[in-house]
């Protein structure tokens, strides 16, 4: 026992090829998480500065396929419609611009959540295996002494301490960048508003395009 290193390598180390494996699968996981959680935490930031910067009037590149999409529908022509109708257009394809673009910017999100639900039940299958261990070194050994078990559970235990090692930053990064989405998704849907009213009222060119049969039967 006083031989045991309990340190992560130490118990990577010690323990069987299955041992290891999960282990190995498990840390990868955890690292990969991390990354992840990076990136969401950059995506979410830029693009909540770019959302308010543009509310305030200047002109966003990253937004550029959005207003895009608005500019494109002011000036579709339409005959018969109403100026509601016609902002209600330009809205609509501004906001499924919109969830393009947040879609793209979650990028691995739902990785987060596979990874906070399956690296429990990886570690968990490392503990069994680490138990079954230690059950088969009684059986060999015909000895029930610590020193005997104290291997397979320890591997079993660092397989554990793995899978939540993955798990917990997984889950809270999900959440937590999750809501965040959320609240961008809320400020990308008042800026879309905002610019669809703000094409509508330009000078009256919006609204003569979207009627020519109005326009023709003018004196």
């Given at each position: ?13 010690s ?5 290891k ?8 996981a955890s690292?990969?998480c991390?990354?992840l959680?990076v ?8 693009l909540?500065?770019?959302v308010?910067a ?5 002109t966003?590149?990253?937004?550029a ?5 608005g ?31 947040i879609?793209r910017a979650?990028?691995g999100l ?8 399956v690296?429990p039940?990886?570690?968990l ?5 680490g138990?079954?261990s230690s ?20 591997e ?9 090692a ?28 905002e610019?669809a ?22 004196p």
């Amino acid at each position: 026992m006083q031989g045991l290193d309990l340190s992560p390598v130490g118990l990577f180390l010690s323990a069987g090829l299955v041992g290891k494996a999960v282990m190995a699968v498990l840390f990868a996981a955890s690292l990969w998480c991390w990354v992840l959680i990076v990136e969401g935490v950059v995506s979410v930031v830029r693009l909540g500065r770019a959302v308010r910067a543009a509310r305030c009037g200047e002109t966003v590149a990253s937004l550029a396929g959005v207003v895009a999409a608005g500019e494109a529908e002011a000036h579709r022509r339409i005959a018969g419609e109403t100026v509601s109708e016609v902002r209600a257009r330009i809205a609509d394809g501004m906001a499924r611009a919109a969830r393009e673009l947040i879609a793209r910017a979650e990028g691995g999100l739902p990785n987060l959540a596979v990874i906070s639900s399956v690296a429990p039940f990886v570690g968990l299958f490392g503990t069994v295996w680490g138990i079954m261990s230690s059950f088969a070194a009684i059986s060999q050994a015909n000895d029930t002494s610590l020193a005997t078990v104290a291997p397979g559970i320890a591997e079993s235990l660092a397989a554990t301490a793995y899978g939540l090692a993955a798990a917990i930053p997984a889950s809270i990064g999900y959440n937590r960048i999750g809501a965040a989405f959320a609240r961008l998704g809320q400020e990308m849907a008042s800026f879309v508003e905002e610019r669809a009213i703000a094409l509508v009222s330009r000078p009256a060119e919006v609204v003569r395009e979207a009627n020519p049969r109005r326009r023709s039967e003018a004196p």
